[in-house]
């Protein structure tokens, strides 16, 4: 191994020698792992997996197997566990799990096989589930045809009794459901709740769940017992994150109100339409008029009656724990928005109202785009014809916000690392990037090709075929010359120049010349994959060793 390590070194060093770039320190780069796989994934948890003789296998860091080459798939190991992959004797796909010693936790005999909430794992085999526990202990026999995720401490399960279909109707939509019955299991495995509710049943939250028995809906607590009696045609409740609702819309008799946790009715049903917002907040619908002609795009917004009609419905929105109106049912759609927030348009035109009723950005918006919460940032994107800009409820003069020259948002919802401050891709009519703020600065130009995402406070941008990068200011740090570049992982991005491959710093110098044939995303673990004359071992990060 010595040997061959010293060979390779050689002729790596007189290939990298050639590239040598008058700024670069040194143009060698030492191995950590020598080139021998067919592909290497990165590093995670100290642990890689790889590929040789077209069997997958994982190596620690010094290069050892800790699993030999055996799997025809292995997955990044991700707490300490690792997914693998094994065709059956009918060659379709079977999943396992292995730990960071190799040891299979999980055989490759499921698909699917998926992680569940504290640590459980529910599985498939011939189609029938079941779940495993933290220790790949099987503590449910597979017997169910579905098995939900685990809320307080209990998750839904379904089994099929028959092959015929039941048919229920509620507020004049007849929909065909198998013949299935749910009830819950606890973390044990254990059937708490017995079979007896229909399977569209809802999950637990603060200890209540919305169930239906025989079409009828009512809510029972985690020891089965009913809390409010089934006696709706719907009840549904918003979930959030581990949250749920105080309050449920419910509707009987094809009208529509709400209810609080015990039975209470707070909103009479009265409405023709009604959703509770996470935020406490009822939104209700109101028959307009009847409609000849409507669009899919539309019909979430359109009531259906007894004769199958459509209609077009007025929406306005109630404070459930007050009580108080908190918009009139003039407004085509309302729908709940982030940070307690309610966007309202009316006739083409949207805007946002807040929790006590008020318009805080004027109905004058061609649209208005709210962000998952996973995104960050307490701001929204907003159009107007071919502009658009930021609102942010924050900023006391977010009512009369500025506008760019923009035609549209290249890929928003990759700038994930920096948008927790504020950062925007925009693309104008000559379909060149450019970096707004969610104050409606504009940082960058657009004057770019592309804009690669934001890491470690750097993004490659692209002009005329040729990669550079920018700091967050939109100051041009590395000024567009590779052919290819990657984002920064541990101080360093990958580069391409004449077809070899190198990393630069944060400042832009290239602190391991172009030498290699191929890469991976970057460095991670303080190792990085690299590919030489086909084959694949790691090199460290000379900055972190």
């Known amino acids: 191994m010595k040997k061959k390590l010293a060979v390779w070194m050689t002729g790596l060093l007189s290939m990298a020698l050639i590239a040598l770039p008058v700024h670069a320190e040194s143009a060698t780069q030492p191995l950590a792992i020598e080139p021998q796989f067919s592909y290497a994934f990165e590093f995670h948890e100290g642990l890689a997996a790889v590929e040789q003789n077209r ?49 299979e936790i999980i055989p490759p005999l499921y698909y699917p096989l998926d992680r569940m909430s504290n640590g459980f794992w529910k599985a498939a085999k011939d189609d029938k589930y079941g779940v495993f526990d933290q220790n790949g202990n099987a503590i449910s026999d597979f017997q169910y045809d579905y098995i939900g995720d685990f809320h307080d401490g209990l998750a839904l399960v379904q089994k099929t009794r028959s092959d015929k279909r039941i048919r229920r109707t509620v507020d004049g939509v007849t929909i065909d459901y198998p013949d299935s019955l749910a009830g819950y299991i606890d973390e044990t495995g254990k059937l708490v709740i017995p079979l007896q509710y229909d399977m569209n049943s809802g999950d637990f939250e603060s200890g209540l769940a919305a169930v239906a028995k025989a079409g009828k809906w009512g809510v029972i607590d985690k020891k089965g017992k009913t809390v409010i009696p089934f006696q709706y045609d719907s009840v549904t409740r918003k979930y959030g994150e581990g949250t749920a609702s105080r309050y449920f819309a419910v509707s009987k008799n094809r009208k529509h109100g709400a209810i609080d946790s015990q039975g209470k009715t707070v909103v009479p049903l009265k409405y023709d339409t009604a959703i509770v917002t996470s935020g ?75 929790r006590s009723g008020k318009i805080v950005l004027p109905v004058k ?91 470690e406070g750097f993004a490659a941008v692209k002009l005329n075929g040729k990669y550079g990068f920018i700091d967050r200011t939109g100051k041009e740090i590395v000024a567009p010359q590779y052919a290819r570049a990657g984002r920064y992982h541990e101080g360093l991005a990958y580069v391409q120049l004449n077809g070899k491959y190198g990393y630069i710093d944060r400042s832009g110098r290239e602190v391991i010349p172009p030498q290699f044939d191929d890469v991976r995303t970057g460095f991670s673990d303080g190792l990085a994959s690299v590919c030489v004359n086909g084959k694949w071992g790691y090199i460290a990060n000379p900055q972190t060793e």
């Open 280 to 354: 406490d907040v009822l939104i209700y619908g109101m028959m307009r008029k009847n409609i000849v002609k409507f669009s899919m795009a539309k019909e979430a917004n359109l009531i259906r009656d007894a004769k199958g009609n459509y209609h077009e419905s007025d929406r306005g929105a109630i404070d459930l724990r007050t009580g108080k109106s908190l918009a009139p049912a003039q407004y085509d759609t309302i729908m709940e928005m982030r940070s307690g927030l309610l966007s309202v348009c009316k006739s083409n035109k949207c805007g946002v109202m807040n």
């Open 365 to 455: 918006y061609t649209y208005i785009s709210d962000l998952p919460l996973s995104f960050g940032g307490n701001f929204y994107i907003v159009y107007a014809s071919d502009k658009l800009g930021t609102f942010n409820p924050t900023v006391s003069n977010s009512g009369n916000i500025p506008l760019y020259e923009y035609s549209g948002m290249a890929p928003l919802f990759s700038f994930a690392e920096d948008s927790r401050e504020g950062l925007f891709r925009a693309v104008n009519k000559n379909k060149k990037v450019g970096v707004i703020t969610d104050k409606g600065k504009e940082i960058v130009k657009a004057k770019y090709d592309e804009i690669g995402d934001f890491s």
């Open 55 to 103: 069997k997958w296998g994982v190596i620690d860091r010094t290069g050892r197997f800790v699993v030999e080459p055996r799997y025809d798939w292995i997955e990044d190991f991700k707490d300490g566990f690792a997914y693998i992959g094994q065709p059956d004797d009918k060659g379709y796909n079977q999943v396992g799990l292995i730990d960071k010693t190799g040891k």
